[in-house]
């Protein structure tokens, strides 16, 4: 589904000159689901964002699906976010002034179909995620287990192939996590390519295979034993 070959990221101020990424090499393929580890500022959320197109490598190649897409245009990755990506961050991003059936709608919000359809994939997106008796509330009445599973609702209401969870379990407690990470586990039987952040090493080995990280580069991927 996606490669990265020799991929680099650098950040450029006055004087100083960042290296977040260095030389990375990664593959992942359709179905996988990939935890990316490593110590904090070894450029793990830069990597998933240069995945995820809102950010570009300085350097070196990114195919999704056999297109180089790293010079591509601005409108060609909208469209592919738009319609090929769900994104799920550590603190939610969810908007305060919208109830959460309009929150998971936002999901949607770039795509023509019926509004009817629309009502009812956001209404199937709540169900699946166990938020649907919330839908009318806003975010800052929910628990924050609540809030990240509205969070997915919005990610997966437009049935990505690609998912991508930046420390999705980072600001819950043991039993939301786990609830996350169960749902995380169930898209991707079903299907979903799933490459998520995490510094749990039990969220990790829900995964099938594990990428740590050190400076800028990929130290060692492992696939878990079946
Ligand atoms: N906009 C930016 N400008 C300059 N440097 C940046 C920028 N964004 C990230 N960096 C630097 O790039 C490196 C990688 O950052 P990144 O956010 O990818 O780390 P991370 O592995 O996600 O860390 P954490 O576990 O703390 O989230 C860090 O040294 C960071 O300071
Ligand atoms: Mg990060």
Redesign the pocket.
């Known amino acids: 589904m996606i490669q990265l070959q020799d991929l680099s990221r650098t ?1 450029a ?1 006055d004087e100083i000159e ?1 290296t ?1 990424l260095n030389g990375i090499d990664l593959a992942v393929e359709a179905g996988e689901f990939v935890a990316i580890m ?10 998933l964002n240069i995945i995820g197109t809102i950010d570009r490598p300085t350097d070196g190649r990114y195919l999704f699906e056999g297109a180089d897409i790293a010079r591509a245009p601005e409108a060609e990755l909208a469209k592919l976010r738009r319609d090929r990506l769900g994104f799920v961050f550590q603190s939610f991003n969810l908007i305060d002034e919208l109830t959460i059936a309009e929150n998971v709608a936002l999901g949607l919000a770039y795509r023509t179909m019926p509004a009817r359809e629309k009502k009812d994939r956001v209404a199937a997106a709540m169900d699946r995620v166990g938020i649907a008796h919330r839908q009318r509330h806003h975010p800052h009445q929910l628990s924050g287990g609540q809030q990240q599973r509205a969070a997915i609702a919005r990610a997966i209401v437009g049935e990505p192939r690609l998912i991508l969870a ?2 999705p379990t980072g600001n819950l407690d043991t039993e939301n996590g786990a609830q996350v990470m169960d749902i995380l586990g169930q898209l991707n039987a079903e299907g979903a390519t799933i490459v998520m ?1 995490t ?1 749990s090493p039990s969220h990790a080995d829900i995964a099938k295979r594990t990428v740590h ?1 050190l400076d ?1 580069r990929i130290l060692s991927s492992a696939r878990r034993a079946a």
Do not use: Q
């Not at 490593?38 to 990597?47: A, E, Q, R, V, Y």
């Open positions: 950040y101020s960042t977040a490593g110590p904090s500022g070894c450029g793990k959320s830069t990597l930046d420390e952040v510094h990280m800028g």
